[in-house]
């Protein structure tokens, strides 16, 4: 049987491909990690320590107990063995808590699990949980706001590795600095912020005999696998971790929280699935957070423009026990040329929970403290800020002093200046105005890392003609899904419809964390190689099936396309179907593995990879009444080339909305008294609506980086968000007069 050839499908690579799960997600198909009941079950709520510093005095669990339906009150005495944790190599066995939960009786932040209500309904657990009596001792918490770096030593151990203090040095930069005719100096402000993805974190653990199954909201099931197995002290093997569908994550859910080991002990110890889903108000103590930083950054300029100095020394917030590194210079030895330079950084240990990476960590505080001080030097220059920095465009890393695999930053000023219209720009505060208001027109530059991390992956190829393709990686909503199948589609000639996707799974091969924006870059080279093994694989079965019209032939005379199997010298005419020749010779399938290396971390790279852009921002601003509004803004992202620009759009356009946020709203707050997030609510806690969100128009320059991969695509989740704050301050500024140098800008920093 064979079926009618039909016209040659377009490459559904670069083509705007709507999401292949969004049909299962708008019919409220698509289950979440609490979606999942199982036969049995009990429900987990923590008990949240109300105390930010101090120690646990007595627990008095009596009344919780005796409630119907309670099973237990877990605490440390009788939640049973958990092991720490500990780094691998390869970047496994990550984690931003390390501390087991109950491990001893300290509380060192507000929030602090330190017991465990289970029963048979979540009301029954939240009432037990709620039940539980609580005696402290208690310290006063720190949660100082001004930030001065702690005595560490010169070389610090990591949540991410080892990182030197001295972080980047080049020339002289003080003696610059000192002797330069035009300078900056100024201290930039960005708040704790808090990951809110509408999807809470969640657990369900089930054990098997020695046997643990996970359903986690993960960013990363393969190093969550990993992190879990040690904790309770498991070979991999008989860990298995399933994430189908994640509700976002902003980073939140990269790495394992305490709760997750909670609902596992939980669940061992009454030999039943427990299921264990955080309140909104835990999201704000116990599962990460951007920490606040203070950046001081100073510039040295030539009259007419040029950087002669650069000075990046930030200090970030950190929680008494972990040592998440908050990035703040990673864009600073690069961004500029610039022969003098010094990075450095310190840490102020807070009672807070532990810091995690949050949307384009580091690069993101960062760029809104070096570019807001590149727009300031322009004012103070009388340069526009474009101009600026097109004068100081580099032609190569001179931190790394190695060349770039592909940077055009330049036509992204160039292209997004001349959508916005920015040479209309008058450079006179509060000098432009329409229908009665006064605009601000800001923008700013940015970059961001791009890398591969390792990848495995396999390709199907099924009788039915339908193709497979399967990677323990995940979905947080930002279209990995759909990229998985364009790639197989690209290469099996399959319709994107009939290509069946697998991936949240660590039965799967391992996978990239979806972490970094570098899970599209880092599939391509496994997901091609397998598919080139699966086809290897189809030809030999063509050429050594009976009667198959292949069969005097060699795999190498035979070619594949569009999902059919000729001779080379014959042309595509006489092709046969896959499934035809998998049906003929009683085949269900054939598979193809493949591999990607990574490269995050190379020790020794031969070129600067990255990805960058820029943003040009409009507010109005109506002083009467200090209503300002974000008007318009325009983004040109040069980040290889685009595989899905319906996708890539989207991601940027969710960026810059979570820009607005940054720059106007977001903040998390500590109470000084006892060292609580206050505002820890979706009330409270301030995050942009549809009606914050103007009109954005986003552009990609589609230049593919190969260094990267073979179809030269990098990433594109987090770029977006990064110098967009410092363009909106910029505009601020313009239409203000005001330079607010913390964030959020309030209404009362523009009441001058
Ligand atoms: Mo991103 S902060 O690496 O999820």
């Known amino acids: 049987m064979s079926t009618t050839p039909e016209a040659p499908m377009l490459s559904p690579i670069g083509r705007s491909t709507p999401r292949v799960d969004g049909p299962l997600k708008v019919s409220g198909v698509a289950q979440y990690t609490s979606d999942f009941h199982f036969s049995g079950q009990l429900y987990a709520v923590p008990v949240e320590a109300t105390i930010a510093n101090g120690r646990v005095v007595k627990l008095d669990t009596t009344a919780a107990e005796r409630m119907p339906g309670v099973r237990a009150i877990f605490n440390r005495e009788n939640i049973g063995k958990i092991f720490r944790s500990v780094q691998e190599p390869e970047f496994g066995g990550i984690c931003e808590e390390r501390r087991p939960p109950f491990e001893d009786d300290v509380v060192r932040y507000y929030g602090q699990y330190i017991a465990l209500a289970v029963a048979e309904t979540f009301e029954t657990a939240k009432a037990a949980a709620d039940a539980v009596r609580v005696t402290y001792e208690v310290d006063k918490p720190n949660v100082e706001t001004k930030l001065e770096a702690d005595d560490d030593s010169e070389v610090i151990l990591t949540t991410f590795g080892e990182q030197h203090r001295l972080q980047s040095q080049r020339g002289d930069a003080d003696a610059a600095f000192a002797s330069a005719p035009v300078k900056i100096d100024q201290t930039y402000v960005t708040p704790a912020e808090t990951h809110n993805p509408i999807e809470l974190h969640a657990t369900t653990a089930i054990w098997d005999d020695l046997r643990l199954t996970l359903y986690d909201s993960s960013q990363g099931v393969v190093n969550f696998r990993t992190i ?87 200090v970030y917030h950190r929680s008494i026990l972990d040592a998440h590194h908050e990035d703040c210079g990673e864009t600073t030895p690069f961004q500029y040329s610039v022969p003098n330079l010094r990075v450095t950084f310190g840490r102020a240990k807070r009672n807070v929970g532990a810091a995690a990476d949050m949307r384009g960590p580091g690069a993101v505080p960062g760029l809104y403290a070096t ?158 190689e397998a598919a080139d093994n699966a086809i290897a694989s189809l030809l030999t079965v063509a050429t050594t ?45 054939v598979t193809g593995s493949g591999k990607s290396e990574s490269t995050f971390g190379n020790p020794e790279p031969k070129f600067s990879t990255h990805s960058f852009g820029c943003h040009f921002v409009e507010v109005t601003w109506q002083s009467e009444i200090a209503q300002l509004r974000i008007s318009r803004v325009v983004t040109v992202i040069d980040a290889g080339r685009i595989l899905n620009p319906l996708a890539g759009r989207n991601q940027i356009e969710g960026a810059i909305v979570m820009g607005i946020g940054m720059a106007l709203f977001e903040h998390t707050s500590y109470d000084a008294q006892n060292g609580a997030p206050i505002n820890s609510n979706l009330a409270d806690y301030v995050v942009v609506v549809n009606a914050d969100v103007p009109p954005i128009d986003v552009h990609f320059l589609d230049f593919p980086d190969r260094e990267i991969n073979e179809l030269g695509a990098r990433g594109i989740g987090e770029i977006g968000l990064a110098g967009i704050a410092a363009a909106i301050t910029a505009a601020v500024h313009h239409a203000t007069g005001v330079r607010v140098r913390e964030l959020p800008v309030k209404i009362e920093d523009l009441l001058a």
């Open 228 to 314: 879990l197995a040690q904790m309770f002290g498991l070979p991999k093997e008989n860990v298995r971790v399933i994430t189908k569908f994640v509700g976002s994550g902003f980073g939140g859910k990269l790495f394992p929280w305490t709760h997750c080991a909670l609902a596992a002990a939980a669940a061992r110890q009454l030999g039943k699935p427990v299921k264990l889903v955080l309140s909104r108000k835990m999201m704000f103590q116990t599962v990460g957070h951007r920490p606040r930083t203070q950046q001081r950054v100073r510039l040295g300029a030539t009259p007419d423009g040029k950087l002669v100095s650069l000075q990046h020394d930030y």
């Open 371 to 528: 570019e807001s001080a590149m727009n300031e030097l322009a004012d103070e220059l009388k340069i526009d800020p474009v101009r600026l920095r097109v004068i100081n465009e580099p032609k190569i890393d001179e931190g790394l002093g190695l060349p770039f695999s592909s940077r055009h930053l330049l036509e992204c000023f160039e292209l997004g200046a001349e959508k916005f219209g920015w040479s209309k720009r008058v450079s006179e505060v509060g000098s432009m105005k329409r229908d009665g208001l006064i605009l601000g027109w800001g923008m700013a530059g940015c970059s961001w890392l791009a890398a591969r991390f390792a990848a495995e992956a396999i390709v199907q190829l099924r009788d039915d003609g339908t193709a497979g393709v399967a990677c323990a990686t995940q979905d947080i909503g930002t279209g990995t899904y759909t990229i998985l199948a364009q790639l197989a589609s690209e290469k099996t000639g399959v319709p994107l419809d009939k290509v069946e996707v697998a991936l949240g799974d660590t039965s799967l091969p391992e996978g990239p964390l979806s972490g970094g924006s570098f899970v599209t870059g880092s599939v391509v080279p496994a997901v091609f």
């Open 545 to 589: 099936t009976p009667e198959s019209p292949f069969e005097k032939r060699k795999p190498d005379d035979l070619k594949f396309e569009g999902g059919r199997v000729f001779v080379k010298d014959d042309g595509p005419a006489g092709g046969v179907p896959f499934a035809d020749l998998l049906r003929r010779a009683n085949l269900r399938l």
